[in-house]
C-alpha cells in the first residue's frame, strides 16, 4: 500500500467485535469508561449486544474500537495520509489525526452519547431518489424531518419527528424510492438535537485542540480542516448538522487518495465507498490487515 491512504472512521449503528490486542493506551481508555461507570470491555468481551446498543454505551465502545483497530493498522506499517470520520467517527479521526487527545476524545464522547440519548424520534434511508428528490420530499411534509446524512448519490437518510419521518418514507416510495428503517434511538444530525448539541458544547469548549498531522476532512464541512479551532466550532454543530459523506469522498479523491481503509469493526463505510463512481479503493479492517491483500 505505498498509494495515499485514507482512514475511514465509522459511526454509530453497529456493535464492536472482538477487540485486536490491547495497548496500554487502549487499556487506560476502558480504565478510564469503567471509571465513568462504563465497563464496555466486559460488556464487549460478554457480548453484551442488549447493552452494548444503547446510545449513551455504544458511542465510546465505537470510539475505543476504532482507536485500537487505528493503532494495529499502524503497527502493521498501515498509516494515513488523510482521515475522515462519519458522524461520531469524526472524533476517532481527529484522534488519528493528533489533533485531539484520545483520553479527552473518550469524555467527549461519554458526554456526547448521554446528552443525544432520551430524545425522541427516528431516521430512516431513502434509496434511489437523489438528495434533491428527498429534500423536495422533506420540504413537502414540513419542517419535521430533514436530510441526515448525504452517503451516495442515491442514498440519504432523513431524520426527525416520527410522524414525519413516516410520512416521507410512505411519499417517496410512491414515487419509486425504497425506505429502510434505521434502528437507531433518536433523530440524529436535525435540530431536534439541540438540546444535545447545547448540552455538549461547554465541555468541547474546555478541550485542547491541535494542527492534525495528516489533512482532516470533515464530514460536516467536506473539506480540509487544519486549524484548532475550526475543529472545535465543527464539533461543537455537529451533532445536528448533516453529515455530507458522498462530499467527504469527492474530497478525498481530489486529495490523490488511492485506498480507504475503514478502521471499525464493520464494511458499512466500504460498501457505501464501493458503490460511488471513484477512483478509490475501499477496503475493510479485515482486508488491510490480511498480508494476502
Known amino acids: 500500500m505505498s498509494d495515499p491512504i485514507a482512514f475511514l472512521f465509522p459511526g454509530q449503528g453497529r456493535v464492536p467485535g472482538a477487540l485486536p490486542p490491547a495497548s496500554e ?55 494515513p495520509d488523510a482521515v475522515a470520520g462519519h458522524s461520531l467517527g469524526e472524533y476517532s479521526a481527529l484522534v488519528s489525526a493528533g489533533a485531539l487527545n ?6 467527549a464522547v461519554i458526554e456526547r452519547g448521554r446528552a443525544m440519548s432520551g430524545i425522541g424520534g427516528t431516521m430512516a434511508a431513502i434509496l434511489k431518489l437523489d438528495v434533491d428528490a428527498v429534500e423536495a420530499l422533506c420540504n413537502g411534509v414540513g419542517p419535521g424531518v430533514c436530510v441526515a446524512n448525504h452517503n ?15 410520512e416521507l418514507t410512505r411519499r417517496a416510495e410512491e414515487i419509486g424510492g425504497r425506505s429502510i428503517a434505521l434502528k437507531v434511538s433518536g433523530p440524529f444530525h436535525s435540530p431536534l438535537m439541540a438540546p444535545a448539541q447545547g448540552a455538549l ?7 485542547a485542540f ?3 498531522d495528516v489533512p482532516v476532512v470533515s464530514s460536516v464541512t467536506a473539506t480540509v480542516e487544519r486549524d484548532p479551532e475550526q475543529l472545535r466550532e465543527i464539533l461543537c454543530r455537529q451533532i445536528t448538522a448533516p453529515v455530507r459523506w458522498l462530499d467527504v469522498i469527492r474530497r478525498l479523491e ?22 460511488m463512481a471513484t477512483g478509490i479503493r475501499f477496503m475493510t479492517y479485515e482486508e488491510a490487515t490480511d498480508e494476502r491483500v
Open 25 to 79: 493506551r487502549i487499556d487506560r481508555l476502558f480504565a478510564l469508561a469503567e471509571e465513568r461507570g462504563l465497563p464496555l470491555r466486559t460488556w464487549i468481551e460478554g457480548g453484551r449486544t442488549d447493552l452494548l446498543a444503547r446510545t449513551e454505551n455504544a458511542q465510546p465502545a465505537l470510539f475505543i474500537d476504532s482507536l485500537a483497530r487505528d493503532e494495529a493498522l499502524r503497527a502493521a506499517g498501515r498509516s
Open 102 to 107: 484520545a483520553s479527552d476524545g473518550l469524555g
Open 152 to 166: 451516495g448519490p442515491t442514498q440519504i437518510v432523513v431524520s426527525g419527528e416520527r410522524a414525519a419521518v413516516e
Open 201 to 207: 458544547e461547554p465541555f468541547l469548549r474546555r478541550l
Open 210 to 212: 491541535a494542527a492534525p
Open 254 to 275: 481530489n486529495l490523490g487518495i488511492a485506498t480507504a481503509v475503514e478502521v471499525g469493526s464493520g464494511d458499512v463505510l466500504t460498501r457505501l465507498g464501493s458503490r
